[in-house]
């Protein structure tokens, strides 16, 4: 079992930044795909950025140039640097984990609103 916490959503004006922080814990081995989506209301979970098996980065075309993600590979944790921030980034950012086994996990989210 792999659990996730998130952390570090709030409230920002346009223009401004926040980073987020995904925890992971239990049974986390090498291989492992993770990575942030994030939910608008009303709209599909989309994804916003991830790192592959292999160590490479995708971005969601939307957010290519302002965020950023990263990991600690030391404290099972990754990352997201979201600058610049647009209204249209308002959403649950979900953290996820999808095993060498191929199984998916998320966690519960953390609310991000852009608002003047």
């Known amino acids: 079992q792999v659990q996730l916490v998130e952390s570090g959503g709030g409230l920002v004006q346009p223009g401004g930044s926040l980073r987020l922080s995904c925890a992971a814990s239990?049974?986390?081995?090498?291989?492992?795909?993770m990575g942030w989506y994030r939910q608008a209301p009303g709209k599909q979970r989309e994804l916003v950025a991830s790192f592959s098996s292999g160590g490479s980065k995708n971005y969601a075309v939307s957010v290519k140039g302002r965020f950023t993600i990263s990991r600690d590979n030391a404290e099972n944790t990754v990352y997201l640097q979201m600058n610049s921030l647009k209204l249209d980034d308002t959403a649950v950012y979900y953290c996820?984990?999808?095993?060498?086994?191929?199984?998916?996990?998320w966690g519960k989210g953390t609310l991000v609103t852009v608002s003047s």
């Open positions: 239990g049974s986390i081995f090498s291989g492992n795909i």
């Open positions: 996820n984990l999808i095993s060498r086994y191929g199984i998916t996990y």
